[in-house]
């Protein structure tokens, strides 16, 4: 018997996910939640990644959940921005997409984003300054390594004599601390 599934999203979508995931660790990946964005290109997202449009006719690109540091939908200017996670000290990585409504799409952003952090604490620095240290996996892959990041909170900079190292070493403690 022929089962025919019912999208809403075009076939070329679907190939060109195919595509991109064929050498992820968990192959071929199927699209949960598609949205056409308002130039006609399409952003979809299955349960290990983001496909996000390229310059290159057909093409998407792979963003595993666990490098995506935050999305937020600004419905005012009909734009879904996504930033994605960077080496310390690097400006993050935005990407906007305008659409009309992100959808399922949106929710799905959440979910998958949310589901991809291990473990996050903020520990102060100096005063009640300090440092968000967020590890990530991907939730798709849960024998996957953890990647680990930190954020600075306003007011601290990785100039300032001392605040690197106790960073560093803050990131070491929750690490052993979870034993990850």
């Not at 600004?74 to 906007?96: K, N, Q, W």
């Not at 930190?150 to 605040?163: H, T």
């Amino acid at each position: 018997m022929l089962r025919l599934r019912r999208t809403s999203w075009p076939r070329e979508l679907t190939e060109a996910v195919t595509v991109a995931s064929r050498h992820s660790p968990g192959g071929k990946e199927a699209i949960l939640a598609a949205v056409q964005l308002l130039d006609g290109q399409w952003v979809a997202g299955s349960r290990a990644a983001l496909y996000l449009p390229t310059e290159a006719e057909g093409a998407v690109r792979r963003l595993g959940w666990e490098k995506i540091e935050r999305a937020g939908w600004d419905s005012e200017a009909s734009v879904l921005r996504v930033y994605e996670t960077t080496a310390f000290g690097t400006p993050l990585r935005g990407t906007e997409l305008k659409v009309d409504d992100p959808g399922r799409l949106g929710q799905l952003l959440r979910e998958r984003i949310d589901a991809s952090v291990v473990v996050q604490r903020h520990v102060p620095i100096t005063g009640k300054k300090g440092v968000r240290i967020v590890g990530r996996r991907n939730p798709a892959q849960p024998d996957a390594a953890v990647s680990w990041n930190f954020v600075l909170d306003k007011g601290l900079e990785p100039s300032e004599p001392g605040v690197v190292e106790r960073a560093e070493a803050a990131l070491a403690a929750v690490r052993d601390e979870f034993g990850i």
